[in-house]
């Protein structure tokens, strides 16, 4: 197994890392500390989250439908660069990896981003059993991920 040189995973890898590192030393911007706090920004940038997942599906999209196949290969590369900005987006919706189902989300979140991060085209000489099971994790994560958005987006709306 050999790791290309693949710009998105690097990228990614760095910005996973930096947001970890923020995290664990608690390192923050006074000023975006602040305005997370406030609800009308919280909502905003979560919709900003959720639209960013819920387009990351459209990978899907392209490969099902059938006249959409031919668009398959472009909306991977958006597919994995998006992935790789995925850490700078959650941070602007949140420094922290939150409580109860929230610290669930955002350890799926980012198991889930990390594992995209070492696609099929990052490990080289991979076997075909190696992409089914790296497609069917990534794929089940991502409905996991899904789901307890929709709960989340639920619980902010409804109980606010």
């Not at 819920?54 to 959409?68: A, D, H, N, S, Y």
């Not at 939150?98 to 995209?116: E, H, R, V």
């Not at 990052?122 to 497609?135: E, H, I, Q």
Request: net charge positive; charged share 10%.
């Amino acid at each position: 197994m050999v790791i290309s040189n693949n710009k998105s995973t690097l990228i990614g890898l760095v910005l996973l890392v930096a947001f970890f590192l923020q995290f664990l030393l608690k390192l923050e911007w006074s000023w975006l500390f602040q305005l997370q706090q406030e609800e009308m920004y919280k909502r905003w940038s979560g919709l900003g989250l959720a639209v960013f997942i819920t387009f990351q599906w459209v990978l899907t999209l392209t490969r099902t439908i059938g006249k959409w196949r031919k668009h398959a290969m472009s909306m991977q590369t958006i597919h994995k660069w998006l992935g790789a900005m995925s850490p700078l987006l959650f941070y602007i919706h949140s420094m922290t990896l939150g409580y109860g189902y929230l610290l669930l989300l955002s350890y799926i979140f980012f198991a889930n981003t990390l594992l995209g991060y070492f696609n099929l085209d990052v490990l080289k000489n991979s076997s075909d059993a190696l992409f089914k099971g790296w497609m069917i994790a990534h794929v089940a994560l991502s409905i996991v991920v899904t789901i307890i958005m929709v709960f989340h987006m639920t619980m902010v709306f409804y109980y606010k």
